[in-house]
């Protein structure tokens, strides 16, 4: 099949060469249309080319700054054969990890984006149910195909595949998308595992897919820190840490969030897998506002806030609040204390944000430790050709004294 041609301006093409998956508006020479077709509609298929009209690849076509996010780099024909091909490699990777047949998992993430090559497009795996999430008109117009080739690969162990993609293109302008059911249908909630723990998912009506998988291995380490401790994790959402820590025997668990959703969300959560549990309060408070008002010390402390920034023009009021933030935590932990840090904010990398928690440390003159540095588990993966798609970075700092 051919699709209209995106020609590149001269010494446009080396960063395709390099399998970087994002061709910028302002590299395209020309575009080369079929005789008959009179422009390029969004989410059209796209086939991209040098100076000389040597193929480059095939990709997904947006008006905006980045005009064509790359699906191959070669001359494909993007069918159901290519979908498979593409869910396939994704599902070995997470058969590598062993978390295709885990019974102590049944939560991961299969599809991440750019880092397997599907660039605007996630895909998460509750139990039987695979949740998809389409962030470029180009992949919601291919969610149908999508749906049978996540069958294909997966078989009988997918009894149902739900869109939630309505409010991520929303926000892109898409109009007339609907979450629903691609593929057969499911009960919502349901209990999944995390590494033996249990949690309440609700897809439908739940933040993001349902839950922060990316958390998974970061929440596994808090249990090392979390032993005869008395535990604060704010921005709880489901209470993911709050459950390992109490799983780890600490003394006393506090959990903080402003929505009142999550707040109840992550009380379940903690009744699920802890009956009679008498160590855990939770708080439907802003963050900050609870960590200035509160006269509680504790030994351990989580600091996971949402997105900061979503763009470039925000960076600079992201790294004020991060800085503000972690200041206020610094300044309450106790002597001896341990920190776990995060920012979720793609325009903020690593050094920024390992720069603005040491201002934060300075700040409130507090003398502080690394003791590691976190990233997202392996389920989503980092192209080495895009290492912007390294997103979460966190730390956890030891504050001597």
């Known amino acids: 099949m051919s699709y209209p041609i995106v020609v590149l301006k001269p010494k446009r093409s080396e960063s395709l060469k390099r399998k970087h998956p994002w061709v910028f508006s302002g590299a395209i020479d020309k575009i080369l249309l079929d005789e008959d077709a009179e422009d390029l509609s969004e989410g059209d298929l796209v ?21 064509v996010r790359m699906l191959s780099f070669k001359n494909d024909t993007v069918n159901a054969d290519f979908w498979e091909r593409k869910i396939q490699s994704a599902f070995n990777l997470r058969s590598t990890l062993q978390l ?3 019974k102590t998992t049944t939560c991961y993430r299969l599809i991440h984006a750019e880092g397997d090559g599907m660039p605007g497009l996630v895909v998460d795996i509750y139990g039987s149910v695979a949740v998809v999430q389409a962030h470029s008109a180009g992949f919601a117009t291919a969610l149908p195909e999508i749906a049978k080739a996540l069958k294909v690969v997966i078989g009988d162990k997918l009894s149902a595949v739900y869109s939630k993609s309505e409010k991520a293109l929303h926000k892109q302008g898409e109009k007339g998308i ?19 723990l249990q949690f309440e998912i609700n897809w439908i009506t739940g933040q993001k897919t349902g839950f922060f998988i990316d958390q998974r291995f970061n929440r596994e380490l808090l249990k090392t820190y979390s032993k005869n401790k008395k535990v604060l994790n704010t921005f709880c959402y489901s209470g993911g840490f709050s459950v390992y820590a109490i799983a780890a025997g600490a003394t006393e668990v506090h959990s903080v969030d402003s929505s009142q959703k999550a707040i109840d969300l992550t009380d379940r959560n903690v009744a699920i897998n802890f009956k009679d549990c008498q160590i855990h309060q939770s708080f439907a408070r802003d963050t900050l506002k609870y960590l ?3 006269e509680e010390v504790y030994d351990t402390i989580i600091l996971d806030p949402p997105a900061y920034a979503k763009s470039k023009s925000a960076q600079h009021k992201a790294v004020q609040g991060y800085k503000r933030l972690n200041a206020k935590a610094f300044s309450m932990i106790k002597k001896g204390g341990v920190l776990f840090t995060f920012s979720c904010s793609q325009v903020v990398d690593r050094k920024l944000f390992e720069n603005t928690i040491m201002a934060a440390a300075i700040e409130a003159r507090r003398t502080v430790k690394v003791l590691h540095h976190l990233s997202q588990p392996a389920d ?22």
């Not at 499911?186 to 590494?195: F, G, K, M, R, T």
């Not at 989503?380 to 004294?401: C, D, N, Q, R, T």
């Open 380 to 401: 989503h993966p980092v192209s080495i050709f895009h290492p912007e798609g390294e997103y979460l970075k966190g730390l956890v700092l030891y504050i001597e004294e």
């Open 178 to 196: 609907e979450d629903g059911y691609l593929l057969g249908e499911a009960e919502s909630p349901q209990i999944v595992l995390e590494n033996n």
């Open 100 to 102: 295709t047949q885990s």
């Open 47 to 67: 086939e991209v080319t040098d100076q000389n009209e040597k193929t480059l690849g095939v990709g997904h076509f947006a008006e905006g700054s980045i005009a």
């Open 292 to 294: 200035n008002e509160t």
